[in-house]
């Protein structure tokens, strides 16, 4: 009985359904063309995983002799490890960077990382971010940058304010008032009289430094 091999088309596979062979060991499987995985590693020690991952990552080679002498896929649009083709959209938030051809450093290659190797190239670079924040003695996730907070308004209203907000907004020219209970005690009357100086020394204060010119008691006196 003779069976003809047909290889898979990758020209134009953006997303090839190749199943995975269950003779291929662990690394060929992840090397070779397939759908978006989570690799696996056989690897305990960060690392060791960190190597074993490059090495995934590594652009594929042609052969001559088992001696390895060119790479395969150097091509635009091409997976330099499996030789999908892959056109990446300039806003899809899974492009992968330009690969280089020592995967860490090296010269650029012409080609790219299809979505497979792509999701596998994050991991890459979130297993080198968990190496680098463990050397320093941070824990990984306050490693991890996060966006900052553009809306004022989704922390909601503003109930307290420290002294240091007060001085700010009196420099600018607000009037800070304590919010009025009714019948107001000795105590509240002093600490209302306190603010309204504070904040009027503060408004002084920035005045001043713009170059508002004092008049002095004969001025005063010769207007009136």
Known sequence: MTMNYQPPNLIGATTPNIASNAFMDRYSQARAAGTVIMYEYKNIKPKKQLKEIIGILKPEKKTFFKIPYKFKY???DRCVVCGTQKVWEASDSM???LPLHKVRKGYPM????CDKHASIHRQYEM???QILAE????SYSAYIPKMPN????SAGPLTSL???????LSAIGWTVKPPNSGDESREEEFFRLLLDINSSNERMKVLLTEGVKVP?????????
């Not at 420290?162 to 700010?168: C, G």
């Not at 002095?216 to 009136?224: A, N, R, T």
């Open 135 to 138: 050397e320093h003695g941070l």
């Open 74 to 76: 150097n091509m635009k």
């Open 127 to 129: 297993l080198e971010q």
């Open 162 to 168: 420290k002294q240091i907000d007060i001085q700010s």
């Open 110 to 113: 012409r080609g790219t990382y």
């Open 216 to 224: 002095s008691s004969k001025d005063m006196v010769g207007e009136e």
């Open 150 to 153: 553009l809306n004022p308004l």
């Open 95 to 97: 492009r992968p960077p």
